[in-house]
């Protein structure tokens, strides 16, 4: 009997099989080279197949040569009996070789697997597992992954004159493609959770390189319909202010008028209640819990510092909300002008300085280039990068996303410290006694040691950045109907992309020394310099 088509739905996500690339490590193992770049997903009696057998007590350690999202398939041989085994997930060697936190996901798993099976276990972000004989010996044919992810195709890329910087495009383009699940999650390791105040750097990077695909519109409408009456966004009302700058930046990208008629309740709800935390003189009165970002926590001037012009750019973003829908709620111009005008000091924080910017609230330029290396993090990182010019810009990214590459980084991270760099061994390494561990030994506030994710969607924003800022294509009209065409190529020497738009891709090509070359489809008008 067929399962009724009203009760089926289908998964968003392909899967694809990634064979091993390298052992990195083994005790009591024999045949281990089998498992590198096998294609086996199932035996039969009587099989040629190659083996690799892991004694009682004995373990071996795989690289599958990127993050992935997932798990792995276990195929068994016939010359054996039932054996425990111990399969550890890492995004890290030490991780695999440790005790991985257990957090959101399972990523420590004791299990019995019988002869001639074929087994899949895991759901999570790895790049190394290490698979241990705890009782009985282990006969494979192979320890495969199983990579889980949407598979939509990428329309936006970015090639340049610096081989790190497209390195950096392209690493950015994956950890995003790792995120977007079956809605977009925060991690696919730790955080496998929907963050309303996160997901803006995602949504940037989604729109610029995959186009309006659906997740993005699942993911806002699962946080709009099943909040909690009364409360904001994850219970943050800096998260809630985030949630309409990213719903108008889907608007604004994609000239979706469908997903802003269904939020017009929540934006005409909203909009009051958030001009009422302003007082007189414009300063913004935010409950608790009054969120920023990790670093400034403990830190309410720089809380506050942040909070303000990230309420004046959600209230401007609602008020062309509501004129679109032709709302009778109106955000008053006056009111707007008091937040502009209340400019509390970012006490040194380039978090907070990076939104005084964009909000043309300030000019900090002074703060984010003081020890312009310092104080950065991958979330605030992207809007740092749009606040700086160019060339600075471009210094920072290869300075601190490349210092990532560099550690063995095929995802970006949670968060990261230049100052986490010195001798440390990186993630593709085993530790070595006497020398950090650039995963074990650093993190801070909720992302401590093994706990911190080496796959975090928002640390992303290099994508969004390239096509925003290089090839500088910028909507001025809803759905790319009209355009800002301001490329900079800052210190490259050449630089070429596509940036999705509903009417098509815009190609653009840049040549120093030569005026720019961009390729728009019909429905889109150009406003140039």
């Known amino acids: 009997m067929d399962i009724s088509s009203e009760i089926m739905f289908s998964d968003p996500l392909k899967r694809d099989f990634v ?35 892991i004694s009682k007590g004995g373990f071996v350690l795989l690289d599958f040569g990127m993050e992935l999202s997932g798990g792995i398939r276990i195929v068994t041989s016939g010359n054996m009996n039932s054996c425990r085994v111990r399969i550890r997930f890492g995004e890290s060697c030490s991780e695999a070789m440790g005790s991985p936190n257990r957090d959101h996901a399972l990523h420590d798993i004791r299990v019995t697997v019988p002869q001639y ?243 043309a609230m300030a000019d900090r330029s002074d703060v984010l280039e003081d020890h312009p290396f310092a104080g950065v993090s991958t979330f605030f990182g992207y809007y740092i990068l749009l606040a700086k010019r160019n060339r600075p810009a471009l210094e920072l990214i290869r300075k601190y996303w490349g210092a990532m590459l560099k550690l063995g980084a095929t995802s970006f991270w949670e968060d990261f410290n230049l100052d986490w760099v010195p001798n440390a061994t990186g993630i593709d390494e085993l530790p070595v006694p006497g020398r950090p561990d650039i995963h074990k030994d650093f993190g801070n506030y909720c992302y401590k040691g093994l706990r911190h994710s080496l796959c975090h969607g928002w640390a992303a924003g290099p994508a969004a950045w390239c096509s925003q800022r290089i090839l500088g294509v910028e909507p001025l009209a809803p759905g790319f109907r009209q355009i800002a065409f301001h490329p900079d190529l800052g210190d490259l020497e050449y630089a070429e992309g596509t940036v999705p738009t509903p009417h098509g891709l815009i190609s653009v090509s840049l040549q120093k020394g030569r005026s720019p070359e961009i390729e728009v489809p019909n429905g889109v008008d150009i406003r140039e310099r």
């Not at 091993?20 to 039969?44: N, T």
């Not at 995003?176 to 809605?183: A, E």
């Open 19 to 53: 064979p091993c690339r390298r052992i990195v490590a083994q005790r009591d193992v024999r045949g281990a080279e089998h498992l590198i770049g096998s294609r086996v997903l199932r035996v039969f009696t009587a099989n040629d197949y190659p083996m690799c057998t």
């Open 117 to 359: 099976a074929s087994m899949t276990f895991g759901n999570t972000g790895f790049r190394f597992v290490r698979v241990d004989a705890q009782n009985g010996e282990l006969a494979l044919h192979n320890v495969i992954a199983v990579y889980e992810r949407r598979g939509e195709p990428q329309l936006g890329k970015f090639l340049s004159s610096d081989a790190l910087l497209n390195r950096i495009f392209d690493t950015s383009v994956h950890t995003i493609r790792l995120n977007m699940q079956d809605h977009i999650f925060d991690g696919v390791k730790r955080d496998r959770l929907i963050w309303g105040g996160d997901m803006n750097p995602e949504v940037m990077v989604i729109l610029r390189v995959f186009g309006d695909v659906p997740v993005i519109r699942e993911t806002l409408e699962l946080l709009r319909v099943h909040t909690e009456s009364g409360h904001f966004i994850n219970n943050y009302s800096s998260y809630s202010l985030w949630y309409f700058i990213t719903l108008f930046d889907h608007w604004f990208n994609t000239g979706d008028d469908a997903l802003l008629r269904a939020n017009r309740d929540l934006i005409e709800s909203e909009t009051p209640r958030f001009i009422g935390m302003v007082d007189e003189e414009g300063r913004e009165m935010l409950p608790p819990r009054r969120f920023l970002d990790w670093p400034s926590d403990q830190q309410p001037e720089v809380v506050h510092a942040g909070l303000q012009p990230l309420l004046l750019m959600a209230l401007r973003a609602m008020k062309k909300m509501l004129a679109h829908l032709h709302s009778q709620v109106v955000v008053p111009d006056d009111l707007l002008e008091r937040i502009q005008g209340h400019v509390p000091s970012p006490m040194g924080s380039k978090s907070a300085a990076a939104l005084q910017m964009l909000s």
